[in-house]
């Protein structure tokens, strides 16, 4: 006879005469118990019985029947706006309790959109540790919370997998100055409000409107007056903003009030912004003189380094014109006066006192005006008569043709006769 003596998962069904097999009587779980001492026992039937025992070792082989379990049902992370690009964020862990390849776990990132942009453009997750890395930067004004989903996979065949939420939650950072929408920007306008003469303690004059984009007491803004035409005539409430008068208006107050009034946030650390609020103590119009006399002593000199940055530029402008002009004349002076082309000039000193300059403007007063043309090279040379001032003289378009001896010999003979 031969039996089972542990309780074990297993039964003997006899096969053939004194052969046996070792049956499973239920379900295997190597998660539960992978490894089983069987000790089979024979006996005979004689008397006395005698019996011998045989230990035989089973491990149960592993199957991929375990998907990857995540130890949180949902995660959390907490990251600062302005955080660098690459820092953590948190970790997921993920277990499979399956055996080799079958329980390796890979972590990666299911596909998904934040504000329109791809998930894995704003973190990413290291497939075998499952940390989980900013890839930019975060602005809190933009982005306050998103979320992501994580997927943890074995390497079994088929493979199994499952997933998880990761919440992210950027907090504020005190990165925005205040924001001051009354009175308006200087740049922009020029505002003034007017205070009446009648007015009594306490009366309210104006107010000071500003945001912050920051939240929590990084968006507490406290309100204060730096400095002032008349420092004990205007108070500001801390944090409503309302400017209002200590005392009563007096004749003896300056007309034009200008205030300067600094904003500030409650952040660590503090930022701030400051404006200006333009006072006219008058009941009228028509009593208000130029508005541009409040401007700051700052504006005015500014206003004057334009001014004489303009007049230089405009001066330059002026003398380099005038040299050019200066230039030009000087140049077409100097350069000879030819009457055409391959033709020689002859001064006016060789020309007689009785004849007009050449080119028949009668400046000079004569009987003749005439064109001389002298050819270089040529061994003629030709006297146009041009005009004449009396009925006397030759037409314009006679032309006398010479030979240089003939010209030379005529032109001595006129010298001639205006020595005499």
Known sequence: ??????????????????????VSTGQLDRELVSDYNITITATDEGSPPLSSSKSVQLSVADINDNPPVFEEQSYSAYV?????????????TARDPDWRQNGTVVYSLLAGEVNGAPVSSYVSVNGDTGVIHAVRSFDYEQLRSFIVQVMARDNGSPPLSSNVTVSVFISDVN?????????????????????????????????????????????????????STDPGLFTIGVHSGEIRTQRDISESDSMKQNLIVAVKDNGQPSLSATCSMYLLISDNLAEVPE???????EKNSKLTSYLIIALVCVSTFFLTFIIIILGVRFCRRRKPRLLFDGAVAIPSAYLPPNYADVDGTGTLRSTYNYDAYLTAGSRTSDFKFVTSYNDNTLPADQTLRKSPSDFADSFGELEGTLEV
């Open 80 to 92: 600062s706006e302005n955080n660098k690009a690459g820092s953590t964020l948190c970790s997921v």
């Open 1 to 22: 006879m031969v039996s089972l003596f542990q309780n074990v998962p297993f039964k003997l069904v006899p096969s053939i005469k004194n052969y046996y097999s070792v």
């Open 291 to 297: 508005l541009k006399d409040m401007s700051y002593d």
């Open 175 to 227: 990165d925005n100055c205040p924001q001051i929408l009354y009175p308006a920007p200087e740049g922009n306008s020029f505002m003034t409000e007017l205070v009446p003469k009648a007015a009594h303690g306490g009366s309210l004059v104006s107010k000071v409107i500003a945001v912050d984009a920051d939240s929590g007491q990084n968006a507490w803004l406290s309100y204060h007056i730096v400095k």
